[in-house]
């Protein structure tokens, strides 16, 4: 079992499922299901949410699953998260798309996610986006009780900036075990704004989504993806391997900052890549031959 520890008694699979666009993927409960339990043979037992997911409704069709096999629950961690609010069903009446990190609500929004889930704890909640109107000492009241009612496990963030994550920490009187965050070849932003020294320094392995850039990366009419594919075509044929995605995949995981890529596609298939290339060897200089692709230009 491949798991990447993020505190004391606290791990993660190495390779977490995404359920953002479960909606997308037209599968009733009982598929999902099928889907599931074979992730979780295979060593997939994170899964990672957002309430805002599928217009708020991921989360209860994931609860719809785990009424059909009661054992599910406990062999897996569910990751979600909360602060975004968006003019839907749930706030009829929002006049705009805003950030909420007050405490009422992040408390009313854990124990929403918990009816949908239909679960009495979340593992890890996190979050979802940092915000410009942000008090600290307010979600530390909020985490603190939550962490006292048994209601959530740990606690993380997204999206976040080193000083953003460290303003947060600095309140708390637990530790911020991850933060969840884009990186893939397609998106460097966290090389290059201080995260990644950020996280080594601190021994946090963050959460890494969009790791294949929504399939971005594979299409033919992006402009940066066709920038970047041949490299990592030639990549494959270097190591012999017929998926590309086995490769990028690879090179997130090749990365000194054990980070945990968040897949996100709805098909066993390409979920396995991402499995297999946990035992994929990849060189320094393969590394690099694709970062270099990813810039756009030579080091300097
Ligand atoms: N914290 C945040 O702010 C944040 C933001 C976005 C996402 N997330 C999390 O990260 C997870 C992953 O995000 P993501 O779905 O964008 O990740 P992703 O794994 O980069 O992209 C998945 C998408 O790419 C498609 N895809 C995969 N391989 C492909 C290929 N070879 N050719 C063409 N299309 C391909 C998939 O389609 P198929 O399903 O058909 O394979 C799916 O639509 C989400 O589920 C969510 O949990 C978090």
Redesign the pocket.
Known sequence: MNKIQLAPNFSLSRIVH????MME?NMNPQQLLSMMQELVELGVTTF???DIYGGYHCESLLGEVFKLDKSLRNKVEIVT?CGIKVVSDRYPGLKVKHYDYSKAHILKSVDLSLEGFGTDHIDLL?L??PAPFFDPAEVAEAFTQLKRQGKVLQFGV??FGAAQFEMLQHYLDMPLVTN?V?I?PYCLEHFENGNMEFFIKNSIHPMA???????RL??PWDAKGPRIMPVIRQVAEELGVDEV?KVIYAWLLKHSSRMLP??????MD?IKNALAAIDLEMSLEQWYMIYVAALGKELP
């Open positions: 995404g359920q953002m666009r993927w990672d949410h957002a998260k996190l979802h986006r997204s999206n969840q884009e893939s989504w969009s790791p294949v850039a929504g399939g594979m299409s995605e968040v897949v996100g596609s709805g098909k390409r």
